[in-house]
């Protein structure tokens, strides 16, 4: 039996500008357009989808093709609680350790501008890791840089 293929989705109140954060984050790109369109808007546009609904989902994906695709649809109530599950963004993977930490700090200033928000910074020992910092993408949902 194959191992099943994923998507990771999240509710969010800006679909295109969380899609356009994380695609920095993850380096991934977002999502193409269909085959026999060249952009987005002439697909929906085909499809009959008004002006008001076009920022209700949008998609970022691998650009290499091999991890999941990362869907974000529109939804009317905002984050009240913490996640229940996060993603651990690995920004220090192959890094030597004393480098770590710096390639963290790096890849966290770069989200900062992008309108992320740092929660805190666990040393290399702490929490029984090597090192990694909590953020919080710009509606709030928290992930790890490690």
């Given at each position: 039996?194959?191992?099943r293929?994923?998507?990771?989705?999240?509710?969010?109140?800006?679909?295109?500008?969380?899609?356009?954060?994380?695609?920095?984050?993850?380096?991934?790109?977002?999502?193409?357009?269909?085959?026999g369109?060249?952009?987005?808007?002439?697909?929906?546009?085909?499809?009959?989808?008004?002006?008001?609904?076009?920022?209700?989902?949008?998609?970022?994906?691998?650009?290499?093709?091999?991890?999941?695709?990362?869907?974000?649809?529109?939804?009317?109530?905002?984050?009240?609680?913490?996640?229940?599950?996060?993603?651990?963004?690995?920004?220090?993977?192959g890094?030597?350790?004393?480098?770590?930490?710096?390639?963290?700090?790096?890849?966290?200033?770069?989200?900062?501008?992008?309108?992320?928000?740092?929660?805190?910074?666990?040393?290399?020992?702490?929490?029984?890791?090597?090192?990694?910092?909590?953020?919080?993408?710009?509606?709030?949902?928290?992930?790890?840089?490690?």
């Amino acid at each position: 039996m194959s191992a099943r293929e994923v998507q990771i989705t999240f509710d969010a109140h800006d679909p295109g500008a969380q899609a356009e954060f994380w695609a920095v984050a993850l380096h991934y790109v977002l999502q193409p357009p269909p085959d026999g369109f060249d952009t987005w808007d002439a697909a929906l546009d085909a499809w009959g989808v008004p002006p008001e609904a076009r920022n209700d989902r949008s998609a970022i994906v691998d650009p290499d093709g091999a991890r999941p695709r990362v869907f974000f649809q529109k939804v009317p109530e905002g984050k009240v609680a913490k996640n229940k599950l996060h993603l651990d963004v690995r920004a220090a993977a192959g890094v030597p350790p004393e480098g770590r930490m710096a390639a963290l700090e790096e890849a966290c200033g770069q989200l900062l501008a992008l309108g992320a928000s740092r929660l805190q910074r666990f040393e290399p020992g702490e929490e029984l890791g090597s090192g990694f910092i909590v953020m919080q993408d710009p509606e709030g949902n928290e992930f790890c840089l490690d």
